[in-house]
């Protein structure tokens, strides 16, 4: 069974700073690339951030380009998106998510789509205040 558990969100002033974990169980962490996303009341989940197995590549979406640094620990089975200069706009729940493919290929397109994940954190609530 695999579990993915975010934490770190909370309530930050604009231009503050926060940095969301997702702790992963049950499969083979390093063998499979990781994705955060967002949901905004009223909107659709969006893609933030990617990063491949190999650790060798991490993507973004524009809106946070910059501003946002997504990283992993192969070793703790750590997920992690550091956030700076945080915006009221950035203000959503931040999920984690698990690639459905096994040692998949690190195209941003595909890395970019919520449906190439399977698993999903339970998200975490980020506030940025103006």
């Known amino acids: 069974q695999v579990q993915l558990v975010e934490s770190g969100g909370g309530l930050v002033q604009a231009g503050g700073s926060l940095r969301l974990s997702c702790a992963a169980s049950?499969?083979?962490?390093?063998?499979?690339?990781m994705g955060w996303f967002r949901q905004a009341p009223g909107k659709e989940r969006e893609f933030v951030a990617a990063?491949?197995?190999?650790?060798?590549?991490?993507y973004y979406a524009d809106s946070v380009k910059g501003r946002f640094t997504i990283s992993r620990d192969n070793i703790k089975n750590m997920l992690y998106l550091r956030m700076n200069s945080l915006k009221p706009e950035d203000t959503a729940v931040y999920y984690c998510a698990s690639d459905r493919t096994r040692l998949g290929s690190s195209d941003r397109t595909r890395l970019g789509s919520s449906y190439e994940y399977d698993y999903w954190g339970q998200g975490t609530q980020v506030t940025v205040s103006s």
């Open positions: 990063i491949t197995w190999s650790d060798v590549n991490t």
């Open positions: 049950g499969r083979s962490f390093s063998m499979y690339a």
